[in-house]
């Protein structure tokens, strides 16, 4: 069979390129080795799908090469894609101020890929191995495990690492291996932290509680919820913040953000001299969260616990666990759980413009594959349909 492109992996950026080639009038055949297409965009933002967020700019991703997403960005923007879910009639709420999510179910947007790439004439074909990639001529040729394959090119759209279950593989790494590209280190981002003892046991103790905090790592802070768990710590400010960390670094976590813990407990001692420490954490965390606090870092001084037994080294102390909380995670979830890889298909050797390898224009990578990784709230899916277009549109 002869395709003017083949797109390898029926995924967010790769249905997105096929569709966009397709209307170009191109022939275009999708394979995916699994048996279902888009099994990411189901599973993502707890099957709601949070599609893309309005606030999308460069500065939410990270990549060796800080400028490469730029191009694409620019050209198909979070209004087109919202401009296409309107269309289809797909009902959609904003959760936190940008971030937009299916009303109903994430199944609407596979729905919709898959009906554009219909209209658009393009052939999709799951459960198919790929066992070689190869160049042909001007060409490329694929052997899969149902045949022979020629295309004028190849996009690569086979994702990263993460959720292995979901059919994530390292593929796309080893094609650009294969064809001297080189890769850059890739590890699990956006993916909760766990902690060894005694951390681990007090988290467990907390599983289930959330509270807003700030959290700092490598210069990057994110004001967002911290979730405790059985073996560690969640939530929005975790993921975020996991993407920057590094095995052995520190967290510094700031409990109560906005708030000078250090001037508030001078200020309740001078006014309110006999009320309890106990009670001050009460009033600004949940009950399960202050006991537990009093319990870690028991205070032997006080016998009373009033504020007024405490010296400026006692407040000093609090302040510091409260506004600049260290901790130092054992590891992450790992892949089994990260939503995105960090690092990926180098890309200085691609066109931020076509998305063409520069020294085999008919091999393409496209998505996540690539080392561009974008933060937590839909900016992951804002990368894939736009490396998508841009690579669709010029192929
Ligand atoms: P994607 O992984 O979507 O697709 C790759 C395709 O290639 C898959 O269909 C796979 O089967 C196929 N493939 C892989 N190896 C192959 C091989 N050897 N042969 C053939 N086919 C192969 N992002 C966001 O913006 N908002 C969100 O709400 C979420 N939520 C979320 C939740 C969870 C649990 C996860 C794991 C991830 C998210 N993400 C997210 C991230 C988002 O899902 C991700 O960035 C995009 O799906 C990446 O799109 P791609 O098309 O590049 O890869």
Redesign the pocket.
Known sequence: MTYDVVV???????LMCALTAGYAGRRVLV????NK?????L???GGR???TNLATTPKHFTSANPSFCISALKRYRPEHFVELVERHGVEYVEKTPGQLFCATSAKEIVALLLTECEWAGVTVQLKT??DRVERQGEGMRLVTSSGKVEAGAVVV????L??PS????G?GYDIARQFGIEVMPTRPGLVPFTLSDPWKTRAAELSGLSLPVAVSCQGKRFEEPLLFTHRGLSGPAMLQISSAWQPGESLEIDLLPGESVFEQLCLARRETPKRQLATWLGERFPKRLAQALLGWYPEPNLAGGTLAECSNATLQAWAERLNQWQIKPAGTEGWRTA??TLGGVDTDAISSRTFEVKALPQLRF????LDVT?ELG?????W?WASGVACGSSI
Request: glycine content about 22%; aromatic content about 8%.
């Open positions: 390898v992996g029926a995924g967010a950026a790769g394979v995916d080795h699994a297409a888009g099994k990411k965009i599973m993502s933002g799908c949070n599609f191995r790929i759209a086979s994702g990263g993460s959720i979901m059919g994530a593989s593929f939503e995105v496209i998505g996540e594959v974008g839909g900016y992951n899916f804002q894939a």
